[in-house]
């Protein structure tokens, strides 16, 4: 099992002179720890992720200061932006990191986000499809026609030139058609379990196997990441009433943002439809989900067992998301316990009768 830093929420919403402070020294950390990546979204127009709204951009700074781990996007959300400027920008932080970049692929979440696209909504699955293997045949150095604003026709051929002659590809999961495409095109994984269950994943880890062979690439092949809200430290009560709060602030944000999708998607649904008992049984119950069995939240003991289950179904990496906590030092303190996990499944290390208890 291989373990990564993945970051979602930073609140861009308040002007500050230390906003990256945390995912800089979290990437130093990493790179010392031997985590397999650092992983940053695009996020547009909500607090809710706000630092991030170019993975690229933050790649690029990451790879001034990190030697080993690899600078993943989690995710480029393609149907956003034009296929050479994609791939002209990676191709720069690959050049910087020393060939160390890799690219998750989104087909984008609520409509506002599309004003940065030339296409509608509704296109964005079959375009997300096109653009991906547009990215993927300019990173190669082949010519691809695009159309100009005159209709004209042009051959591009993108610099510069990147160090991986393959252009590392994860797509962003969550259907079945998703999971079973990305096996068709040999391609690696990055799902959840946000409202789901680990079988939920087996069953969808099951079909990408099955399309890869169906596809003739090698159904063990590929790796399967999946992203999950992670803090530990030495006593799991000590964790579990600390970390309470904050997770339920962070839940109170992304239920805000489903609402934004909501609507987007021509639905009434408003979080002022709830009464405040309402609203804070709602959080409530999702904190109380996500600690019990969609989380890595508690001590390295007591999660290992969860993530010999992982392993189990076939997951090959934990993406640890660690900023739904807004403190530094507090987020900062926790990873040396994550280490200690990662050390623990290094070394084979299965769990304790009082893990099993």
């Known amino acids: 099992m291989q373990f990564s830093l993945f970051f979602f929420d930073g609140d861009g919403s308040a002007v500050g002179d230390d906003h990256y402070r945390l995912i800089q020294d979290a990437a130093r950390f990493a790179d010392r720890e031997g985590l397999v990546a650092i992983w940053t979204p695009e996020r547009h127009f909500h607090a809710f992720g706000g630092l991030y709204p170019n993975p690229a951009l933050t790649a690029a700074s990451l790879a001034m200061i990190t030697e080993n781990v690899q600078l993943r996007a989690g995710s480029v959300v393609l149907p956003l932006h034009h296929p050479v400027r994609v791939a002209e920008d990676w191709a720069v932080v690959d050049n910087l990191s020393g060939g160390r970049v890799a690219m998750a692929a989104a087909t984008g979440w609520t409509m506002d986000e599309f004003i940065l696209s030339s296409e509608p909504h509704g296109s964005r699955r079959g375009l997300m499809w096109r653009s991906l293997d547009e990215v993927r045949r300019l990173w190669r150095g082949e010519a691809v026609e695009f159309e100009d604003a005159a209709g004209r026709l042009v051959e591009a051929k993108t610099l510069p030139r990147p160090i991986q002659p393959e252009l590392p590809i994860w797509i962003t999961c969550q ?93 009434d649904v408003s979080l002022d439809d709830f009464s405040d008992d309402d ?77 099993a208890a």
């Open 175 to 267: 259907s079945a058609e998703t999971f079973v495409e990305a096996g068709r095109l040999g391609v690696n994984i990055l799902t959840s379990v946000l409202g789901e269950s680990l079988d939920n994943v087996a069953e969808q880890i099951g079909k990408y196997r099955e399309a890869r062979s169906a596809a003739g690439h090698d159904p063990a092949a590929g790796t399967v990441s999946l992203m999950m809200h992670t803090f530990l430290g030495d006593d799991e009560e000590t964790v579990k009433r600390d970390i309470r709060e904050p997770f339920r602030e962070y839940l109170k944000t992304h239920y805000g943002l489903l609402e934004n999708l909501a609507k987007g998607m021509g639905l």
């Open 279 to 355: 609203l804070s049984a709602v959080l409530d119950f999702g904190v109380e989900g996500f600690m019990r069995n969609r989380s890595l939240i508690g001590t390295p003991e007591g999660c290992l067992p969860f993530v010999r289950e992982m392993e189990s179904i076939g997951i090959d990496e934990v993406c640890c998301l660690i900023d739904f906590v807004q403190d530094y030092d507090v987020v900062m303190a926790s990873l040396p316990h994550l280490a200690g996990l990662k050390k623990r499944v290094d070394a084979g290390a299965g769990p304790t009768a009082n893990d």
